[in-house]
Nanobody, 131 residues
Framework: QLQLDESGGGEVQPGGSLRLSCVAS????????IGWFRQAPGKERERISC????????YYADSVKGRFTISRDNAKGTVWLQMNSLKPEDTGTYSC????????????????????????WGQGTQVTISS
């Protein structure tokens, strides 16, 4: 059974950077597309990025486009989220999850993907952007 564990969160000043890691165990990571999600205080969880099994297809929410970069190394069983130019509104709990309802991620799925299409959620890592 796939297990995902996030790390790399912390507190940084606006304009700073963080690199989050999502490490898989139990089964091979290259069998799954992975999504990164953020839940800000008092708000619903939102999907902010996604990467296909091969890494060829990616997705970014408008709120993070141009600042965040998702990548993966299947041999290392890890997906990263590089976050640059961080803003106070990036504060929240960041979680990774595997796309389980569809065989792989593709941009054609945009508009149809739901939170419930993802599973094997990690415990999350806290990111706080504050001066």
């Amino acid at each position: 059974q796939l297990q995902l564990d996030e790390s790399g969160g912390g507190e940084v000043q606006p304009g700073g950077s963080l690199r989050l890691s999502c490490v898989a165990s139990g089964v091979r990571l290259d069998n799954y597309a992975i999504g990164w999600f953020r839940q800000a205080p008092g708000k619903e969880r939102e999907r902010i990025s996604c990467i296909s099994m091969s890494g060829d297809d990616t997705y970014y929410a408008d709120s993070v486009k141009g600042r965040f970069t998702i990548s993966r190394d299947n041999a290392k069983g890890t997906v990263w989220l590089q976050m640059n130019s961080l803003k106070p509104e990036d504060t929240g709990t960041y979680s990774c999850a595997a796309l389980i309802y569809y065989s792989d991620y593709s941009p054609v799925l945009e508009g149809r993907l739901r939170i419930g299409d993802f599973g094997s959620w990690g415990q999350g890592t806290q990111v706080t952007i504050s001066s």
